[in-house]
Nanobody, 124 residues
């Protein structure tokens, strides 16, 4: 059983940056592919980025490609999401997720474990 705890959300002006962290415990972190998702009110949970369990390859949704960067530190059991050039439409609750797999799925149903989410609000 893996527990995930996100942090780093908050209020930022458009054009600003935030770095989200997701700390994992209770499992062998390096055996899990990781993903970041977000969910805005009234909308479905949206895949943003995924990373192999080894960290060797990353995947991005078109909506964030070139602005967001996913990375992981297996020694610290942590995955990160660096978010630059933020826009008001990036406002949502952001979640990290884990799956005992090599590849990170790009749909929410592909993941076994979820964090509680962290709110990101981008003001115009």
């Amino acid at each position: 059983q893996v527990q995930l705890v996100e942090s780093g959300g908050g209020l930022v002006q458009a054009g600003g940056s935030l770095r989200l962290s997701c700390a994992a415990s209770g499992g062998t972190f390096s055996t899990y592919a990781m993903g970041w998702f977000r969910q805005a009110p009234g909308r479905e949970r949206e895949f943003l980025a995924g990373i192999l369990r080894t960290g060797g390859r990353t995947y991005y949704a078109d909506s964030v490609k070139g602005r967001f960067t996913i990375s992981r530190d297996n020694a610290k059991n942590t995955v990160y999401l660096q978010m630059n050039s933020l826009k008001p439409e990036d406002t949502a609750v952001y979640y990290c997720a884990a799956v005992s797999n090599y590849w990170p799925p790009q749909t929410s149903r592909g993941y076994d474990y979820w964090g509680q989410g962290t709110q990101v609000t981008v003001s115009s």
